[in-house]
């Protein structure tokens, strides 16, 4: 069974994912400046889920967003570093900042690292999406396999940090989205960061991790349908049945966990029914095609034999021809020579050009009966 590679057109849909992902995290980031200036309600950070977006991890966010699209292009690597390079270093400050307050001996100078309470500081879980993401990609640029796999694993790490968030914020967990009691990551930065990291592992679906998804075999099949499904599904409707129990008051919550089981365990069996089915229509197509083959070989033995049959009684033929005909022409030549030679006057050259005839008709007898002898050997007959 021939191997199956990835899928060009899956790659070419991956990469077309992973650059809708970077403009729509982009359009998450900017989404707190643009609440400012077009007075948009629903953005303004006085909704209590949307918390205030600190002016550096925006421009981080951007910096990133806008390496992420030079990869995707291809142009800009060395921008593409600098950037990445800016992010990680900034970023690891910050987090040493939270951890060790003032370890920094400049931290005083620097106002983003100030481990004073600051409202508006890059929150912890937010830095770390961001370290994460600007190592991703600068282990992307030197694209290496072994390199692919850390990007990956890199930018699949940050994805979970950021989803913690927006599940802490669908469930109000404030742990899960504030892990300090001052700073918080916000819907739309745990949003932007997923979609980044998205982005970022779309980048060499062709490699990595993700290769498997982009093949057609049966393995690609489950693995886009059922990984999809087990990310996206529970805390869609996690989110559903908390807020119908919990805001919209249509019923208590336990009902609402069993409702939200009920849902999954349904929505699953019809995702493995669903691929179940794909794979079997697979299974049939592939019995159909080896039993194509099986009829196709049998088929060619059958036309090999009768191309055999037909060769070895076209030697036949030619072998009796010239064993036949041919050799009874030479025959009569050689008696006719003889009796030739009997009839012409004896003298030395007469004798000596008679000898020369004699010699290449018995010569000639001898080829043709060595090329009917290969043609179609006696011991076949025997």
């Known amino acids: 069974m021939p191997f199956m590679g990835p899928n060009p057109e899956l790659i070419r849909r991956a990469r077309r994912v992973g650059i809708a992902a970077t403009y729509a995290g ?33 421009f981080f966010s951007l910096s990133l967003g806008l390496s992420v699209l030079l990869l995707y292009y291809r142009v800009g690597e060395a921008f593409v570093k600098v950037f990445s390079w800016i992010i990680i270093l900034s970023t690891a400050f910050v987090l040493i900042e939270y951890i060790i307050p003032g370890g920094l001996p400049f931290a005083d100078f620097i106002r983003i690292l100030d481990p004073v309470e600051n409202p508006n500081k890059i929150a912890p879980n937010s830095a770390v999406c961001l370290f994460l993401s600007g190592l991703s ?38 742990p899960l989205y504030g892990i300090s009691d ?16 998205v982005a970022l592992m779309c980048m060499s679906a062709d490699r990595g991790f993700l290769r498997i998804l982009v093949t057609d075999g049966p393995a690609g099949v489950m693995g886009r349908r059922l990984y999809a499904t087990a990310i996206f599904v529970p805390p869609i409707l996690g989110f559903l049945a908390m807020a119908s129990s919990e805001i919209w008051k249509w019923y208590a919550l336990p009902f609402a966990i069993v409702l939200l089981v009920m849902a999954c365990i349904i929505l699953f069996a019809m995702v493995v029914a669903a691929t179940s089915r794909r794979l079997e229509r697979t299974d049939i197509s592939r019995q159909y095609a080896e039993h194509d083959l099986l009829a196709s070989r049998e088929r060619l033995r059958e036309l ?37 030679r009997k009839q012409v006057p004896a003298s030395e050259d007469m004798e000596r050009r008679m000898n020369s005839m004699m010699e290449l008709v018995n010569g000639t007898i001898q080829s043709v009966q060595r090329i009917s002898s290969e ?3 006696s011991v076949l007959d025997d």
Request: glycine share 6%; hydrophobic share 50%; aromatic share 6%.
């Open 304 to 340: 090999s034999a009768y191309t055999q049959v037909m060769q070895e009684e076209e030697r036949v033929r030619i072998a009796r021809e010239v064993h036949d005909e041919l050799g009874q022409s030479l025959t009569a030549l050689k008696m006719d020579v003889a009796m030739l």
């Open 26 to 58: 982009i359009l998450f980031s900017l989404t707190g400046p643009l609440s400012r200036l077009l007075n948009i309600p629903i953005l303004r950070s006085t909704i209590p889920v949307f918390t205030p977006t600190h002016s550096l991890g925006l």
């Open 375 to 377: 043609l179609r050997p």
């Open 182 to 197: 001052y700073s918080q990551m916000s819907v739309r930065g745990a949003l932007a960061r997923v979609l980044m990291s």
């Open 137 to 174: 990609v600068l282990l992307l640029v030197s694209r290496s396999g072994r390199a692919i796999y850390w990007a990956q694993g890199t930018a699949l790490l940050s994805a979970s940090v950021a989803s913690l968030a927006l599940i802490g914020h669908a469930y109000a967990i404030e």
